[in-house]
């Protein structure tokens, strides 16, 4: 991939599709955003793999939701049977994982292929001893359920050391 910036509209569309799945796998929101802009479709997938997949292999939290908001499939699998949230679940990448959760992603989809065959998220991580991905998606089920306010205190508690909010004994 090169610079996008040249002129989306002189490419083909497979040639959009790769310049979206380049982009998306690197970390350049910038380029996906303008590449979806352009009409690029969000879940084209090259060798079973999409834009959103390759984001959430490689950790980019800001691209997983530039194509979320460009419309990509959150739980489209690959051709080897994982989600997205699979994907990232056993790679360790624990805020894609919270990010995909927090757009919809379906974190009881089971896997329907290869090595993914009746696996979830969360086993996925286990398997790989993806601790925090697997504490994320462990305490999603609790956590969708909060109100708003209570969803806010758990972000602020997660962002300040334990000892300051433990209770003495």
Same mark, same amino acid.
């Given at each position: 991939?090169?610079?996008?910036?040249?002129?989306?509209?002189?490419?083909?569309?497979?040639?959009?599709? /790769?310049?979206?799945?380049?982009?998306?796998?690197?970390?350049?929101?910038?380029?996906?955003?303008?590449?979806?802009?352009?009409?690029?479709?969000?879940?084209?997938?090259?060798?079973?793999?999409?834009?959103?997949?390759?984001?959430?292999?490689?950790?980019?939290?800001?691209?997983?939701?530039?194509?979320?908001?460009?419309?990509?499939?959150?739980?489209?699998?690959?051709?080897?049977?994982?989600?997205?949230?699979?994907?990232?679940?056993?790679?360790?990448?624990?805020?894609?994982?919270?990010?995909?959760? /927090?757009?919809?992603?379906?974190?009881?989809?089971?896997?329907?292929?290869?090595?993914?065959?009746?696996?979830?998220?969360?086993?996925?991580?286990?398997?790989?001893?993806?601790?925090?991905?697997?504490?994320?998606?462990?305490?999603?089920?609790?956590?969708?359920?909060?109100?708003? /306010?209570?969803?806010?205190?758990?972000?602020?508690?997660?962002?300040?050391?334990?000892?300051?909010?433990?209770?003495?004994?």
């Amino acid at each position: 991939g090169g610079s996008l910036f040249y002129s989306t509209c002189s490419l083909s569309t497979e040639e959009n599709e /790769e310049e979206l799945r380049d982009a998306a796998e690197n970390g350049r929101k910038a380029e996906v955003r303008v590449l979806l802009a352009a009409g690029t479709d969000p879940n084209a997938s090259w060798g079973g793999w999409t834009a959103l997949e390759a984001a959430a292999n490689n950790g980019s939290e800001e691209v997983v939701g530039a194509l979320a908001e460009g419309g990509a499939d959150l739980d489209k699998a690959t051709n080897n049977g994982a989600t997205p949230l699979m994907v990232a679940a056993e790679h360790g990448r624990s805020g894609v994982v919270r990010r995909l959760l /927090e757009l919809g992603a379906d974190h009881t989809a089971v896997g329907t292929g290869g090595g993914w065959e009746g696996k979830t998220a969360l086993v996925a991580a286990e398997e790989r001893g993806e601790e925090e991905a697997a504490a994320v998606l462990r305490g999603w089920p609790t956590y969708k359920a909060l109100s708003e /306010e209570d969803k806010a205190k758990a972000r602020i508690q997660h962002l300040v050391p334990t000892h300051f909010y433990k209770r003495t004994p």
